[in-house]
């Protein structure tokens, strides 16, 4: 920190310091390094707007476009003028939703705190706002595998997926598995994929939450725990693997096979890889592994998305990044935005995008953030500059600014003098 000048006290002055005001002919080059406090073009919408819960664990787009948002009060859609919500008062078995799953059939299945239930589609105009059918894993649906008097955690549905198949995979607070039945007898079936079994004493209860699904291009499912990284082949094969095998990390948060091809591992430790496999049970290559000393707001990443137009997002505990490629074959860098950048949040629980491409996060306490990628950027006193009055292009195509800059009288902010604002008596 740089430190205050003596006191001016004899010339009745304040004796608050102000940073000083430098004139530059070319203030700023776009792009520059050292200029990265930049004011993003975002919106928050809380349940001041109509939105259930202002804690959000899950954003789902389906497929006429509505934005659906899992909260602990109930299950929001938004249409992009006004939120409707779908709470206990309407059917669900439980306040908290974890996950929304879209069939390919048109089914809708939300993931609750206290089982899985499918929304009426009787009324299709309301997308299921009316009525829902009765929640399944209740007594009638598991009473001989794990009764749910007894373990509440198998009644907490964590994450839903549908295969390529149509299988629909069911992840819990105590396992995984799938719905079998037709379409009016639904029930879940257990699916032993080698967790540990809660009966050890040095077993705890997380060790066997199912965190994260994901299928790869050959039919496999990925099944991300708290405590290993599993594989199961559409023939019913497995395998498991773990920092033993190469992996930075074990406890996996998130999972994403990228469009491009490759399967991204979020975990709440060791940041963010990508690793490559083939068909064989053989160990996964990890080709390229990222973490806070790369960039990463937080090595606890959160959740991943990708984009309509390429953009590859990651959710952190402390903010969202964006995983920048160039093309060449080169590392890719991160691009970070945390408080700094007017994100009103830390901890970004999930990612989503509407029909305009606006990038929608999720929060813990503030609500949603929608992010507008084409929206104005703003700069001001935060980032080291205090006016500007010319715009224009130099020989070269840059875009360069003409204007006033703070200084602590050795270097300008964008030299990366440190400044503390403090406003004067």
């Known amino acids: 920190m740089i430190r205050p000048p003596p006191s001016t006290a004899d010339t009745g002055a304040s004796t608050a310091w102000r940073p000083r005001l430098r004139w530059v002919s070319i203030l700023l080059l776009i792009g520059a390094a050292g200029v990265h406090a930049e004011r993003l073009p975002v919106r928050i919408y809380s349940s001041a707007d109509g939105l259930a819960h202002n804690t959000v664990q899950c954003i789902v787009k389906d497929s006429r476009g509505f934005l659906w948002f899992c909260t602990l009060a109930g299950l929001s859609r938004f249409d992009g003028y006004a939120f409707r919500t779908l709470d206990v008062e309407q059917g669900l078995p439980a306040a908290g939703v974890n996950d929304l799953l879209e069939t390919k059939a048109g089914d809708y299945w939300a993931a609750t705190d206290n089982g899985l239930v499918r929304l009426d589609q009787r009324d299709r105009a309301a997308a299921g706002l009316t009525r829902i059918a009765e929640p399944i894993g209740a007594a009638a649906a598991l009473p001989l595998v794990i009764p749910p008097a007894s373990d509440r955690r198998s009644r907490t549905i964590t994450v839903l997926h549908e295969a390529a198949d149509g299988t629909v995979w069911v992840g819990t607070g105590n396992g995984l ?249």
Not at 400 to 410: E, H, K, N, P
């Open 177 to 425: 598995f799938r719905l079998v039945g037709g379409r009016d007898v639904v029930s879940m079936e257990p699916v032993e994929i080698g967790l540990p079994a809660a009966t050890l004493s040095s077993v705890f209860p997380e060790q066997r939450i199912i965190a994260a699904l994901a299928e790869d291009r050959h039919g496999a499912l990925w099944i991300g725990t708290p405590g290993t990284l599993y594989r199961r082949w559409p023939d019913g094969r497995l395998a498991r693997y773990t920092m033993r095998d190469g992996l930075p990390a074990d406890d996996v948060s998130s999972l994403l096979e990228a469009r491009s091809g490759g399967l991204w591992i979020g975990t709440r430790t060791g940041g963010l890889f990508r690793i490559g496999f083939d068909q064989s049970p053989a160990a996964p290559v990890v080709e390229l592994s990222i973490h806070a000393a790369h960039g990463l707001p937080s090595n606890w990443v959160t959740s991943l998305f990708e984009s309509s137009d390429g953009r590859f997002w990651i959710g952190t505990y402390l903010g969202i990044a964006e995983l920048l490629t160039s093309g060449d074959g080169s590392p890719p860098g991160i691009r970070a935005y945390t408080a700094r950048q007017g994100l009103r949040t830390a901890y970004v629980a999930a990612i989503g995008e509407d029909l305009g491409g606006n990038v929608w996060m999720a929060s813990d306490g503030v609500g949603l953030l929608k992010l507008t990628p084409t929206g104005f950027t703003s700069y001001a006193a935060g980032d080291g500059i205090d006016n500007v009055s010319a715009v224009f292009d130099d020989q070269a195509g840059n875009l360069c600014f003409r204007g006033l800059v703070l200084s602590d009288g050795r270097r300008v902010a964008l030299e990366g003098a440190k400044l503390d604002l403090v406003e004067g008596g």
